[in-house]
């Protein structure tokens, strides 16, 4: 069975250049199923790979299949290689799961496009990328992988280039993306100066001897590869393209912008945990950053109106909650919160994208409302989401949510202030999100006659995929249940031999240890459910309640409004700042130096050539006794140097 | 006995006759010969070395000059008449096609 | 002065008259025939340096063979003395055409003046009486320079090859309009005038 590993990544790819090659020239019904089979394909093998792996002893949980050497030279060796092991068996489980289901539900949002294969022809190479970047085994072909996904998102932001704000944020992302990209080259380059091998087998052995443990080498790489992971994953400073990429078609922000590419800076660093174990310097930076991210993205997700940024900022927000797990050395758990985000974001893009859809592609949440009648499931499936996203009880979010808070707070690299970060932003997400459900599906009905008369709940190729995900968002929480319910935590006991961190070595014997400690986390548990609804009901007040509430105190903060509305106003700082001055040093380069001196000088030799080539051409006056003199003259120089000299 | 001086002389002014007359003369055909004429003046030379050394060395690359010569002719005087099958003329001065 | 030297100067005021004249002449064949003058003396400076078989065909296959291509060429292209030949060069063309060659020869003297040999033994009798005959030159031919000999025997076949080659008409058509368009488009209009 093993030995079908590399069919994971293949069959996406294989469907990709079916729909790429033969790009308008297959019909419709072929091109997608083309595109939802290689991909289910994928996913089925994975399952099997998944359950073979399951059926090995923990120890030896891995599976490396070794294709071709793809660089050899000197000492430097790259294989095309992929390694299956705990960690990445639930990557890929992800990536082709909440794909396939974004395939299915795609073949149903995309259908009046005209550009339908290209759209699946994409789609599928991002999941090959995808599948490339979780499953590679060194360093170098997940930067491949990395690459890849980050072309697909250009591509995909891009789709409908014809609309300037869409080709726009396609560039945002991919120029941002390179910043981030360029530090993770450059950490890399440290681990393999370092190490000699890109081999995260051989990197995670050799580290601790490599290296000094917490010295500034570690650091740094660890920090470059996190700019790296700041850049994919949308993270303080780096985020600003994310809201952005929502031009893109919807499925396609479910698909990368939410469920996989975004965090592949997660699993980047859950992937490298032994050496951001020994830089704890760079676990704070990542831990800040993480909080940060989260609360500064969830107070813009306040205040915006269009319904997909609304959860582009919350996705901001809650990457930067797997961060925070990742600072506080729970890799575990941010990969938990990882998955399940998967499933609850996934399903509320699709049901936003539901809702686009039947609004004849308004997304202004102020023009919709009432709702709930018209689009039943998509409803149903979406409250599903949102609670789970806002950490009720018994649903995904909450476990993993949970998990995380738990593990800033308790974690030897956790601080209560991390905690306190993390608690305020469940407050704010739970508000934010019930916001969104109130002005979208209850309340008045806000849209005009035109599009009221077109709202339809979506066909069954949407809403099947609604309803698996929503299926998810419910159970895929209890494989992650805390130590204190008095079960086994299976998710932190799979990924245990491949995740490192304190928390797992330690998470046994302190649950033995910490009688005392219970009471804390049934605190702290109880304290964020209070918050949650305590904010879930604010949220009913202001927007189902009473609407002119929320006008008065909008008015009574509108400086505040105006700040968050405007997203702090770091687009406008960051343009300020770094690309306007890159734009004129630009200009400079290109009109000055370019045009006048590089340009001036090489036209300048040539015309000079030119202009003393216009002279000495007459000696080549055609007269053979002319060349015959000079000739002999010549030769009467050189033997009078011979003679004289 | 002659002085060798006195034969090197002599090969040194037909050689600067011959190439007087490659320089001045307009006639392709006066020309050609006055190369003839200058490639004598250089076996001249080697003749009179090899007698003075007293081998015969020299005589065989007289010999060798005379077949190149021979050789020359025929193809110089082939590509003359080519020439002058197109343009009609002798003139060195008219065959000034390659210029600037 | 001895005979040796006698002879020498004769024939090398031949030699220098007959090269003179023959650049100096408008009709070609007068200057082929002039030439032939001047091989002449210098075959008898060659068989009084010893060079005996060199002289020979000095005059056997120079002046015969070679010269005579030259003057059946003449012939063939029925050339006479053209006044468009003998124009004057302009004073410049003059001076550089003469200062040139002077120059050489000037140099050549210095050159010439450096060699501080012993005076050659002249004559046909020298110390070695077998020196430049047949038998010498060709032992040494056919054994020291076998090689350069055979390859000078390949020159010549190249050279009569590619003589033919050069010289043969396009194809069999008349004369006249043998020249392709492409050869006619390249004459410039002073050559009809010419």
Redesign the interface.
């Known amino acids: 069975m093993s030995e079908y590993l590399f069919w994971i990544p293949l069959l996406p790819l294989l469907g990709f250049l079916i729909n790429g090659l033969l790009l308008g020239k297959l019909p419709r019904p072929v091109v997608s199923a083309v595109a939802c089979v290689s991909v289910g394909l994928s996913f089925v093998l994975s399952l099997l790979l998944f359950f073979e792996l399951r059926s090995l002893p923990p120890a030896a949980r891995e599976i490396e299949q070794v294709l071709f050497t793809w660089i050899a030279a000197g000492s430097f060796h790259v294989d095309i290689a992929f390694l299956l092991d705990p960690l990445s068996a639930v990557m890929i489980l992800v990536v082709t799961g909440v794909g396939f289901l974004i395939h299915v539900y795609s073949t149903g949002y995309m259908h009046h496009d005209k550009d339908f294969g290209r759209y699946f022809a994409y789609l599928n190479l991002f999941t090959f990328s995808m599948l490339t970047l979780v499953l590679a085994n060194n360093f170098l072909l997940m930067f491949v992988g990395w690459e890849g996904v980050g072309l697909c998102s250009y591509l995909l932001i891009g789709f409908w280039f014809h609309k300037k704000s869409a080709s726009d944020a396609g560039k945002k992302a991919f120029i941002v993306n390179r910043i981030g990209d360029f530090g993770f080259l450059l950490g890399m380059f440290i681990i393999f100066w370092q190490v000699g091998s890109l081999e995260f087998k051989t990197v995670m052995e050799q580290a601790p001897a490599m290296f000094v443990a917490g010295g500034g080498l570690i650091t740094a790489a660890c920090l470059l590869l996190f700019v790296g992971a700041t850049g994919k994953s949308a993270q303080i400073p780096l985020y600003v393209w994310l809201p952005d990429a929502m031009e893109g078609p919807t499925p396609v922000s479910a698909l990368i912008h939410a469920a996989t590419m975004v965090t592949a800076g997660v699993y980047m660093i859950a992937r490298s945990s032994v050496l951001y174990m020994m830089a704890p310097d760079a676990l704070m930076v990542v831990a800040i950053i993480g909080a940060a991210t989260a609360f500064f993205a969830a107070t813009i997700g306040l205040a915006q109106n269009d319904i997909k940024r609304v959860l582009a900022y919350s996705t901001v927000s809650q990457l930067g909650y797997m961060f925070l797990a990742c600072g506080v050395a729970a890799f575990g758990a941010g990969i938990f919160h990882l998955m399940t985000h998967a499933f609850f974001k996934a399903l509320l893009f699709l049901a936003a994208g539901s809702v686009i859809h039947a609004m004849s592609e308004k997304q202004d949440m102020r023009e919709m409302g009432g709702l709930k009648k018209y689009l039943p499931i998509t409803y149903m499936t979406m409250l599903i989401a949102t609670l789970a996203i806002a950490g009720i009880p018994g649903l995904s979010g909450f476990f993993s949510k949970d998990e995380i808070l738990w593990k800033a707070f308790s974690s030897q690299h956790g601080h209560w202030l991390l905690w306190l970060v993390g608690f305020i932003t469940a407050g704010l997400t739970a508000f934010y999100m019930f916001r969104l459900i109130y002005m979208t599906f209850h309340g008045k009905e806000r849209m005009d006659e035109h599009t009221r008369s077109h709202i339809h709940e979506s066909p069954r190729s949407m809403t099947v995929p609604l309803m698996a995900l929503a299926v998810l968002s419910v159970i895929g929480g209890y494989i992650g249940m805390p130590h204190i319910f008095g079960v086994t935590n299976y998710f932190e006991e799979w990924l245990a031999p491949v995740v490192h961190g304190p928390g797992h070595q330690a998470a046994s014997h302190a649950l033995a240890a910490a009688g005392a400690d219970t009471s804390m986390e049934w605190a702290l548990m109880a304290a964020s459910v209070i918050l949650v609804i305590i904010a879930i009901f604010v949220a009913r007040h202001f927007y189902n309640k009473k609407p002119e509430a929320a006008t008065a105190m909008a008015e009574k903060m509108s400086g505040m409004k105006t700040l968050l509305a405007n997203k702090y106003y770091v687009d406008e700082f960051y343009g300020a700042t770094v690309v306007r001055p890159i734009v004129n040093g630009s200009l400079f380069l290109w009109k000055f130096v370019d045009v006048v001196i590089i340009d001036g000088t090489i036209n300048g030799l040539a015309v000079i050539s030119r202009d003393i080539s216009e002279v000495l051409?007459?000696v080549?006056?055609?007269?053979?006794?002319n060349y015959?003199?000079v000739f002999?003259?010549g030769?009467?120089v050189l033997?009078?140097y011979f003679?004289?000299g | 006995m002659v002085p060798i001086h006195a034969y090197l002389m002599l090969a040194m002014i037909l050689f600067g006759i011959g190439?007087f007359g490659?320089?001045?003369?307009?006639n392709v055909i006066v020309?050609f010969m006055s190369v003839e004429l200058m490639l004598n003046a250089a076996n001249l030379v080697l003749i009179a070395f090899s007698r003075a050394l007293g081998v015969v060395d020299g005589h065989v690359f007289v010999f060798l000059v005379l077949a190149v010569a021979a050789a020359e002719a025929a193809v110089g005087l082939a590509m003359i008449i080519t020439i002058y099958r197109n343009r009609e003329t002798i003139n060195?001065?008219r065959?000034?096609?390659?210029?600037? | 002065m001895t005979l040796d030297y006698a002879i020498f100067l004769i024939s090398a005021a031949v030699a220098v008259f007959g090269a003179t004249m023959m650049i100096m002449q408008r009709n070609p064949v007068a200057s082929v025939l002039y030439l032939i003058l001047s091989l002449v003396a210098q075959a008898v400076v060659y068989v009084q340096l010893g060079a005996l078989f060199l002289g020979a065909i000095l005059i056997v296959v120079y002046a015969g063979a070679i010269l005579v291509l030259f003057l059946f060429v003449i012939m063939l292209l029925n050339l006479r003395s053209n006044p468009e030949l003998s124009a004057s060069l302009p004073p410049l063309g003059w001076f550089?055409?003469v200062a040139?060659?002077v120059?050489?020869v000037v140099?050549?003297y210095?050159?010439v003046d450096r060699v501080i040999w012993p005076p050659v033994p002249t004559g046909i009798v020298g110390k070695n009486p077998d020196f430049g005959s047949v038998e010498t030159v060709a032992t040494m031919m056919f054994t020291d320079y076998m090689y350069p000999l055979q390859l000078t025997g390949v020159l010549l076949l190249v050279a009569v090859v590619g003589a033919v080659v050069i010289a043969r008409r396009e194809s069999a058509e008349p004369r006249k309009t043998t020249a392709s368009p492409d050869n006619r488009n390249e004459q410039p209009i002073d050559t009809v005038a010419g």
């Open positions: 051409r007459y080549q006056g055609g007269k053979v006794r015959a003199t002999v003259a030769v009467i033997v009078a003679i004289f | 190439a490659v320089l001045v003369s307009r020309m060195i001065d065959y000034n096609l390659l210029k600037w | 550089t055409k040139v060659p120059l050489m140099e050549l210095f050159v």
